[in-house]
């Protein structure tokens, strides 16, 4: 398969090697035959050259391009680029541009850009792998004016853009029941569960099925009950990072199953109401729920890279009552 | 190839394809019908794909066309013999459709842009006419427009969006490309290296109306009226300084001595009595005598005919370059060049304009009517100055300025004098001249010219054949020949009045004309030489100019060659503005900048200074690395924070100083 994003700066064209061929051609019939218009003819296509070289330049050199991400990012699935461009000449308008990605399906045109002017757009493109990446696979191209030279400049990235591992979809996992001997000291947040947390006054909006009566009749007003929020024992994912060999595919996939694995148990716990934590050698994650946690989650699981055995360090310690699940 | 992108192709070849053949219509490089179908087929494949359907011709059919247009090709090289270029046009024109009406792949477009491409070559090697130039334009424009699109397209696999193809290239970049390719193709034209001499000359013929009146050894009546109404310029003249413009534009060529029957002829067996006073000097080598020189006159003729040159009167040195120059006895310059232009300089004295030579009408030729109607007119005269006098009055009334004389049986002139009473300058000057003759006064006809235009954008002036003029030269008190004009005001060509603008852009149009001819379709090595030898004299002049202001440091007076160095400088600046473009940097403040010039002073010591130093850091690393150091490097470390963090601006003197503190650090590290 060709590769859609070159690695290259500039390139002559097919064209530009034939325009130098005519160039040539002309010169030697100008010369045999000493017709001026021949003379006019290959003078105009020498300055031609010269001219395309200069605009060309100027083109592509004038235009910034920044690559952000807009909202989390998975691997292999679309995800929303926003591509800024910004022509930063004073004079000049620069056209004849394309953008290229791997993940769009040919070169995107974009207008031209006047002196100063700045544009956003925005592109779906899907990301093979989970990672980082802090250089962008993606850049503008252009032939711009004649075509003899298609020159290309990478585009920059703003900030890195964290490709997160594929949920792979799994079995609830199995965890065990907080006992009352060992279990980790509560955080007493309200909630909707079965442990009352405290009594006060009522207030609009309580539910009244929570009023204590007895209560509310000692107290000659409405007492209600406060409840806590029902919650799972705090349980860390562990996958362990290490590999023998990291340049064994077949290990490198069995690693990434895991992540994908792991990510797809976090999400579950997380919708669970779980406190969910991750660990791995070197990286912990502290348990926690809601959406900021599965974004951390995520991003962990997203950086983490496999470590050789000499270096690994072993898995931080947990704390009593936390419940560690490990995913292979 | 989707038809959306093949429609996109046809909009993008059409125009150029269009207009690349049709200087081969008046070259005669392709045959009109040719021509004329190629046009009416290329305009139904344009159109079609204007309307969205673009034709495609399926392979059998071209094979089929293409199989029949070779058998013509073999009856036409055959039986009609139309020549090699017509054959060559005809398979080109021939190609570009039968390419452009079966586009199946974008390669096949670019074979198309090609045979277009050749069209244009035939066209513009076999044009001979000004009018190319604007063609050569037009194409220009065309050809840049039609390949940034053809740029653009060669990046779709579908059809582009509507807005693509008008959106490439903007009207601004194209003017801005096409003014680069003028200002380094220009140059580049006259520097390619010339190894053989013009293949084709402007078409100038010897047997043009201007021939057979100017510049030859014979001249009749009723040609040179035909001459006047030519506008084809016949020199090109410039005067350093413009002093005595009126006088100095009349221009003697010719002397005639002999009539006959509506003809002149010169005297070329002039002997030696008959030769008298020259009145001029050639000169031979680099440049013209100064002493006791009023002006200088550059000329720049077209040469018709024998080609004598144009020389003012109260001329006292001609230098012609490149060409054999011949003094004759009447004063008259003849050159003998294979150039269709010829160059050459005047030295004007201080002196009487007199006619030079002694030749002059001999008395025994003047017809016996002309004898007695000049007996007629100044009967009871004897002094010559009044009998010159009542002449040149005569012709002022009763007489008609015409360039078109009516034609009868009989010597022209006196038709003239005693039936019809109108003609031109011609007429007037041949009649007085006779007369004069016939009482005894030495007399003679000059042709020439008098007047000129005034350059559109410059000093020089442009003598055309309206301008072409016939006096009288006599000799009334033996001081010499003096200038007799007889003709009447309304016949005699304007000095150098006021041109209207239509008239400008017209002598605009002209000085194009003999630019091209002379300049572009006749330059040649010997061109390039002379080209090269005058900038060599221009960078010159400008470099004393500028030694002589230096040296004076006067103000008030610009030195005329420093003139040539500033607009070249400003010409190099523009194109420096152009092509570089302007980039909006923002400033950097002067604490930032000497900071920056410390870190690099420190880079340059340790090696490398990452990014993520901080400023103390540096001053710190700099005082371990350059303990003297310290004090300049804490002060550019403080205004920087300072001006960077604190927000404090670096007021003129803080700056001078810190840029003495760097000079220091630079000096100690």
Redesign the interface.
Known sequence: MTRLIPDWGIRVTNFGLGYILMCLVVAIAATNTGNNGLYLVLAALLAGMAVSGVLSRRNVRGVRCEIEALGEVVATRPALLRVRLANELATGTAQALFFLHDSLPGPLWIDPLKPGESRDVVVQAVFPRRGVFREADAGLLSRFPIGLFRKYRRAAVSNEIVVFPVPEASAIPDVPPEDARGSRPHVHRRGGGADIRTLRDFVSGDDPRDLHWKQSARMRRWIVREREAERDRAVFLVVDNVLEDRNDPAALERFESAISRCAGQALILLSRGADVGFQSRGVKVAPRAGRGQRGRLLEALARLEPIAPAEAPPFPPLRHGDHRLMIT | MPPELRRAYLLVLGPPALIAPLPLFWTHGASPLGIALYEGALMVLFLRARAGRPVRLSDSVLNAIGLSYFFWLAVETAMLRPGLLRSVSHLLLFTTIAKLASLKRPSEA?TAL?VV?LL??GS????THVA?LVY?AVM?VL??RT??R???L????EG??A??LT????A??SA??LL???L???P??FL?????????LSPIRTEDAPSTAVTTDRVDLDSFGSAKLSDRVVLRLSVDPPVALPQLLRLREAVFTRYRNGVWTRNPLASRRDRGSFGVQLVTGDSLPSEGRTARLSVDENLFGSGFLFLPYRSTHVRVERGRPVLLPDGAVQVSSSRVTVRYEVSVGKREARGAGESAIDPAQVPPAVRDYASKVTAGLTRPEEIADRIVQHFQKGFVYTLDPPRGSGDPLVGFLLRSKAGHCEYFASATAMMLASRGIRARLVTGSYGGEVGAFSDAIVVRGTNLHAWVEADLDGTGFRVIDPTPPSGIPPATARVSWWKRLVTVGRSIEVFYDRR?????AGDQIQLSEAFRDSFGNAARSIKFWKGTGEGGVFPGGAKAVVVVLGLAALAL????????RPAIPPATRAYLAVRRVLARRVGSVPPAVAPAEVARLLEASAPASVDDARAVVNAYCESVFGGRATDAATARELKERVKRIRKLA
């Open positions: 670019r090609l491409f244009v070559l513009v090697s076999s044009s190319s050569c220009a050809a840049f390949l940034s053809l740029a653009v060669a990046d779709f696999e582009p969006p807005r693509v959106a490439v290239p903007t601004g970049l801005a490309a680069g390719g003028v380094l193709g220009g580049l034209f390619l290296p010339r190894l053989h001499g013009p293949y084709a572009i379709l006749g330059f040649d503005i152009a092509f570089k473009g302007i980039t909006r």
